[in-house]
């Protein structure tokens, strides 16, 4: 279903998107709230030693092609044609975004003064908000410009774009593989086209990358959580630094096409983690049980390695 520019906007407002330019769009995460609160802090601090309340959640497109079934973006929905917008209009509009965002806090006696002080400094970007965001043809250089903003850059990608994986540079690069087949791929991600070969390309150009690598496995309960010596096979050729194993989340717009019985509890993603990490050879050096998410790695050494000004 196709909305018109002001439809789809008011859809995404409704949901706490704050648009930037044409095309992308910025939301701040529940963990920032906490952040500013002191009420805890995000998996990926916890994991990485970035500041959550120094992160800024954007995207620079909503488009995607795919339709993951445990996607809680609309992706039911598809996003006005654009033309596209340059990556310093993107980079300036996201921080923009992020300081209205941060509006209202500073009246909370709720809210840590410090940490709302960093907090109008931010130091870290996860591109990763919705859309694919390698369907952006010019991320190369929106890495860059936040680069240059010292900024640190995590960009999530599907992998089914090899030619631009192959391209960029961020500070950590993901690709999601949430299937050890082609026939489970086609039933979890419902790709627009057949794009499962693609990924395969992604995965095998990880080991070329001087980036830090990262493979997140999202399990979904009844879909994908068979075959660990599937996955393990895949992971062997990308060889990624981590691999983060995580639970389906019944929240958003999942909820329309997944029951809530579909979400795995933490015990169960620990034990289909412990099992690819002993395909693998990987070592389980972490987890976060309330975000129901395990972090392998090559060694056992827990990968703290980012500072608060973007350098390891």
């Known amino acids: ?84 917008d340059s990556p310093s209009l993107i980079a300036d509009g996201a921080i923009e975004a992020q300081m209205r965002l941060l509006t209202g806090y500073g009246g909370s006696s709720k809210t840590d003064g410090a940490a709302l002080r960093e907090a109008h400094t931010p130091r870290h970007v996860a591109i ?24 640190t850059t995590f960009v999530v990608s599907n992998g089914t774009c090899p030619e631009v994986i192959e391209k960029i540079s961020p500070t950590m690069l993901y690709i999601s593989l949430d299937a050890p087949d082609e026939h489970t791929y086609r039933k979890v991600c419902r790709p627009i086209a057949n794009t499962w070969n693609r990924v395969l390309e992604s995965l095998e150009l990880l080991p070329q990358k001087r980036c830090r690598t990262n493979v997140r496995i999202t399990l979904v309960r009844g879909l994908n959580m068979h075959d660990e010596a599937g ?24 909820r329309n096409r997944l029951a809530r019985d579909a979400m795995p509890a933490h015990e169960e993603v620990h034990a289909f983690a412990s099992r690819i990490a002993h395909f693998t050879g990987y070592t389980l050096v972490d ?7 395990v972090l392998l790695a090559r060694d056992d050494r827990t990968p703290r390695w980012i500072s608060g000004v973007g350098h390891e």
């Not at 497109?61 to 993951?68: D, G, S, W």
């Not at 919705?130 to 369907?135: C, D």
């Not at 936040?146 to 900024?151: G, I, L, Q």
């Open 1 to 84: 279903m196709r909305m018109s520019d002001e439809e789809y906007w008011r859809l995404l407002r409704k949901h706490g998107y704050q648009r930037v330019g044409a095309h992308s769009a910025v939301k701040s995460c529940l963990w920032l709230k906490k952040a500013l609160r002191g009420e805890g802090m995000c998996y990926k601090e916890r994991f990485y030693g970035i500041f959550s309340h120094r992160c800024i959640q954007m995207t620079p497109t909503l488009m995607c092609n795919q339709r993951c079934m445990f996607c809680w973006r609309p992706v039911e929905v598809e996003p006005p044609a654009y033309g596209w």
């Open 128 to 151: 990763s908000l919705a859309g694919e965001p390698t369907l952006y043809p010019y991320l190369d250089e929106l890495i860059r410009e936040f680069s240059s903003r010292d900024m």
């Open 231 to 254: 996955y393990a096979t895949l992971l062997e050729k990308a060889q990624p630094d981590f691999v983060e194993v995580k639970a389906y989340m019944h929240i958003g717009f999942s």
């Open 287 to 293: 987890e976060v049980p309330i975000s129901r998410v």
